[in-house]
């Protein structure tokens, strides 16, 4: 699990340079365990030395080295250490103890093998009152080293386990500190999963610290906006549910109309109502599709270089019968290429929208005029006709999905202008009416240009039929 990996890593963090400096700081103090040793054993050895050299007298003229007990006991600790002493006049007379002791030179003491055992040895001079030349006399003591060990292990021990308790105590607060740290998260995911939660409301996490509040806020507007996307959704089902109501409606009325005729030429008008209707359901379920692919998310992003004169070309040789039928003026005026990047059938569909609007709504021996042009780093249509146009309290509401204006002249579903902005939008672009010179709606879509292709034969792709 995420969450275990989270606490697992942050507590390696901590818990792992806390054990290596304590690994560091072990063997510091075992340097200095040692140290404490060798200092505290060199004071009982010269402590030692003194209290030896403190007896030696001049008894009837000869030096008189008898050794205290205490000296030798101070040792005593239970470690079965073995003390060995020499004393000596300054011309190196042996006056007691092992003769082949070593000797510590000067103050400091010396670490020496004696008898196949390492000893630790000082050794004190001491003038003796009346000794002459035999003054100072110097006393050397030597001990073994188990109680110095047995010293420097106790000491070390006691840093070890301090060190580890410190360790493990800091582990147990990491633990607890995350485990405190990490509650609302987890409080978070809690509340996400929540089977109770069924309308994208906005999670409520008390107590979310200011690194994990600007996720809640982020989820909460992604749900806001996933919220909004999906009453959208439910408006628009709703709507063209309706919409495909009232053309069925109408056909099963046409179609019992048309059996019940026995007249012939009753018949034939009754079915030639039907086929009228049928083609409007048909253009409506055609405009659906549409929009619902012009949508974005709803088809994989295609970002081909699209000539938008070609495509504009073949949109009006489509058209043209219906210009011809309609005794309207269909003409198109352009300089050239104009290169844009874009979904070459959305941006077909749209100028077919545009055009299909134009013809529709302007009435006969009418014109219908499509530019192109090209206007610093973008691609210029506009579609201009002789109609009625649009009033301008209406022309933001056109866009709208399923809208139309009240008392329109034609049949239409109230999708193409809402296909219209939708691909336009998708493509970058904007799009915007206005009027025409010669009276009637002017509709200016603007789409950012490609850049100029530099490979060789990079020609514009026309759009697909
Ligand atoms: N060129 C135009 N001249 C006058 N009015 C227009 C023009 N184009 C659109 N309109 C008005 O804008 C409304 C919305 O147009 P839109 O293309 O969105 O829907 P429609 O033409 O009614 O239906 P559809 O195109 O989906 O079959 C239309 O009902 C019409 O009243
Ligand atoms: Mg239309």
Partial sequence: MRISSLRLQLLAWVVLPLAALATVNLWTSQRNALATADLVTDRMLVGSARA??????????VLDATVPPAAIEMFDTGDRDSVYYRVETAGGRLLTGCPDLPTASGDASIEAPYRDQLLRLATFSHAVIGAGPDSPIRVTVGVTLA????????????????QLALVAIAGVFVLLGLRRGLAPLIRLRDAVRSPNRSDLDPVEVRGAQS????????????????????????????NAAHQLRTPLA???????????????????????ALQASSGRLARLAEQLLTLSRAEPGSRRPRADRIDLTEAARQVLETQAPTAITRNIDL???????????????????M??????????YTPAGGSVTVKLAVSDREGLLTVTDTGPGIPAE???HVFERFYRVAGSSEEG????????????????GSVALGDAAAGGLKVEVRLPLAAPDETPGGAVKSPAR
């Avoid at 003409?331 to 569909?349: C, F, S, Y």
């Avoid at 100028?351 to 529709?360: K, M, P, Q, S, Y």
């Avoid at 109230?414 to 998708?426: C, D, K, P, S, T």
Wanted: aromatic fraction near 4%; hydrophobic fraction near 45%.
């Fill in 52 to 61: 030896i050299a403190e007896q030696v007298t001049m008894a009837e003229g």
């Fill in 147 to 162: 109680g110095h060990d047995a010293m420097a292990k106790r000491l070390w021990l006691s840093a070890f386990a301090q």
């Fill in 211 to 238: 690194e994990i509040r600007p996720l809640i806020e982020a989820l909460n507007a992604y749900m806001e906006r996933v919220r909004a996307q999906m009453a959208a959704q439910r408006r628009f089902i709703a």
């Fill in 250 to 272: 109408l056909l099963s009325t046409q179609t019992s109309y048309a059996l019940r005729e026995t007249a012939a030429d009753r018949r034939q008008e009754a079915l030639v």
């Fill in 331 to 349: 003409g198109l005026e352009e300089t050239g290429p104009v290169a844009v990047i874009g979904d070459g059938t959305m941006l077909r569909e």
């Fill in 351 to 360: 100028i077919v929208n545009l055009v299909d609007n134009a013809l529709r």
């Fill in 394 to 396: 209406e022309r933001e």
């Fill in 413 to 428: 579903s109230g999708l193409g202008l809402a296909i219209v902005r939708e691909v336009v939008e998708h493509a970058g």
